[in-house]
């Protein structure tokens, strides 16, 4: 994996959209892989179809962010993916579902499907951050800095780090975990999507 953040996103989404957010990662020295994909239907629970935009923190970037020399670069890159989650976030998308999905959408589903931030578990699991749409831009400011909180702590202290002890409290084990911020805990937490239990058995939206 040859760069730092891979950003993949539908096709119709507006290619200025994207070209701003890149061309300011790029500035800040981050390696940047873009792709486009199809708009297609999905055949899954609602929270696990892909947003239209992803943002993907490669592992070799979060490893880097560990060293001492990188803090000031890291406090840059949060910054300008904050703004972005901020103004992406409240966009509305409509999701396309397969027709022979067995799971309805929320017609009161709190999740966006507009952006999302995955990432990877030293054992190769796939993260996938989850955001509530509708929020103030707090919220959105608090939701990153504590992805890269998170994933740090996961970089420093793996096997016994946040996420995977969390993870482990889940009620079904799943190889992929979905997470969202607990805004009365003030930080991530790994959700069943199926039932939308947070890990500690405490209820989801």
């Not at 070799?60 to 890159?77: C, M, Q, R, S, W």
């Amino acid at each position: 994996m040859n760069y730092d953040i891979g950003i993949s996103y539908i096709e119709d989404i507006p290619e200025h959209v994207i070209s701003d957010f890149v061309q300011e990662l790029r500035e800040a020295n981050v390696t940047v892989n873009v792709e486009s994909r199809p708009n297609e239907p999905f055949m899954a629970f609602e929270w696990a179809i892909p947003a239209a935009i992803i943002a993907y923190l490669a592992k070799p970037y979060i490893d880097g962010l560990l060293k001492e020399a990188a803090k000031d670069y890291y406090a840059i890159v949060k910054e300008k993916l904050s703004k972005f989650t901020q103004r992406i976030s409240k966009v509305k998308q409509i999701t396309i579902v397969s027709s022979q999905s067995p799971n309805k959408l929320r017609k009161d589903n709190p999740v966006s499907n507009s952006f999302s931030i995955w990432s990877q578990t030293i054992d190769g699991r796939p993260l996938k951050f989850l955001f509530f749409g509708d929020r103030d831009d707090d919220y959105y400011e608090r939701c990153i800095d504590e992805v890269f909180s998170v994933l740090l702590n996961h970089a420093k202290e793996f096997p016994n780090d946040y996420i995977s002890n969390q993870a482990d409290r889940l009620p079904r084990k799943s190889r992929e975990i979905y997470l969202l911020f607990d805004e009365s805990a003030k930080t991530w937490k790994p959700v069943d999507i199926a039932t939308g239990v947070l890990a500690g058995g405490t209820d989801g939206p």
